[in-house]
């Protein structure tokens, strides 16, 4: 089953363009090369043309199929934000497709406009909730968020932004779809769609939701730039504090554990969760190119001199080691956020998947992919997707497990192809829910 419009982007402000700018900082303007050139690797994923990304609903009709894969998404542990949760430690907590991958539906298909604009989706509950920014007449554009029935990729609701704009992940908490969309704030209610409440000012699109808190920052152009936390139900202030002073503030969403925000910029600053006091500050000498990753007893940063922090929760450095980068891209050298499981950390850079060990540092294994986006990990297989390519690989050794294509051109932002129920919901030119091969072909 697909969905098809003829869609472009229009309008972005000012605001709107430094979003994208500072997305670019962070994936050393990755998403917007074009398009990757094709391996053909053999995998059965391409045909003579590439895959397009228009596949039908491999169950189209089947009502047992889309019964069966509607019960798993609901079971599945859900994606409810940036890298799963407000940790961002990217970890499915389940299996996720290992071999050969078709695509039981596609939503939309923009691959013959380069304006048109997918962004990262949540995976809650069985269904899926993702932004989407199409042109509306002649000259204008609108951005849409969608619920999505994650069995066929169908229609449960939708609400209208008045105006294309850039957006962040998508986070999904408490019965609220939370979204920076064109400087404002807003909240969904779940099941519905209706508006809960709306926060406008000049907020970046990078939001966190933690313990009924929406945590977004009040971005460059605020004097300084301010982290605010946001109550989740009513839309009121709870706190503000100033997160940079004189100094241009790229900021990255919060990742917020026991108590502590971590909001990445020009700097790493932990706050308490209660007041926004200011517990301590890292000045790295470079900019945190994403949002920093937080487990039971380290903070990992990636940096945009290649390296990656592991800090001791009072912030003290226990390590900081320098990641392989691909050759292609721009001259930056930016680290993904990176994933962890099993005593292991992967990160992307520059069209380069690297494992390192999570207690030293030390590079396990590396290898060329076609992903420049953050990755993320379910049962030992680790998924790292790009422009127009997703891949899989074995946790343990890097190898290649299998890999899929579109026919997507450009894109913006640091997307991620989040993992949940044994299937992959891959953001490019449309969105699409890949299973493997074996499971479509029933």
Known sequence: MKFTKETRNAGRGRRDLLSVAGAALATG??????ALERDGDGNGNENEDGNDGDSDSGSDGDSTDAAELRETLAAADPYRMHQYGPSHVGNAGGAGPTSDVDAVWTFREGADDSHYEIGTPAVVDGTVYVPENHSVGDDGAETVVYALDGAT???EWEWTYPRGTAFGSTVVAEGAVVLGLGGSVVALEADAGTER????RDFSDAVTVADGTVYAINTTYADPPTLVAIDLETGRERWTEPLADERMFWPTPPAVADGTVYQGGVELTALSTADGERLWSKDFGNAVTGPPT???DACYVPLGDGTVAALESDGTLRWRQSVERGGR?????PVSSPAVADGTLYVTSAWRLTALDADDGAQRWTTETA???P???ADGVV????LNVMEAYDGAEGDRLWRYETDASSSSGDKVAPVVGETAFFPSAGLHALRGADATSD
Request: proline content about 3%; some cysteine; aromatic content about 6%.
């Open 375 to 377: 990755p993320v990990v």
């Open 153 to 155: 990729g169908e229609i």
């Open 197 to 200: 409440w709306r926060l406008e």
């Open 29 to 34: 303007l990755a998403g917007c090369s074009g």
């Open 329 to 333: 891209g721009s001259g930056l050298h």
């Open 383 to 386: 998924y790292a997707s790009g």
């Open 371 to 373: 992903g420049d986006r």
């Open 294 to 296: 937080v487990t039971d």
